[in-house]
């Protein structure tokens, strides 16, 4: 199974995950989504896998809480798009993709450990 991870390469919880994968041998790769942001495409598909595009952002950012309101108030898929297309920092991470397409967010060794069915 290929993994891709996706996050920031200062993020200390993309660290934690991408060594948490190279201690289980779990081939991976890393983007880093401010060098190579992802399409519009794949954050669609990212939003629809996590639950709309609200569910993508980390709300608890300082990046976040430094937008106008009326940035933050995105009322269309296409907002949102362009939103975080220009501040890819919003999205929470690590986001995760396995060859299989299916994708999740954050980083914690027991959902790793499920996740890859390993280190049970």
Known sequence: MTTTVYGLKNCDTCKK???WLDR???AHAFVDYRDTPPSP???IDWAGQAGGFAALVNKSSTTWRQLPENR???ASDAEWKLLLREHPQLIKRPVVVTDDGVMTQGFSDNGFK???GVGA
């Open 41 to 43: 495409e794949t954050l």
């Open 24 to 26: 289980f041998e779990v």
């Open 17 to 19: 995950a991408r060594k």
């Open 72 to 74: 933050k108030a995105a």
């Open 114 to 116: 499920q996740r890859f």
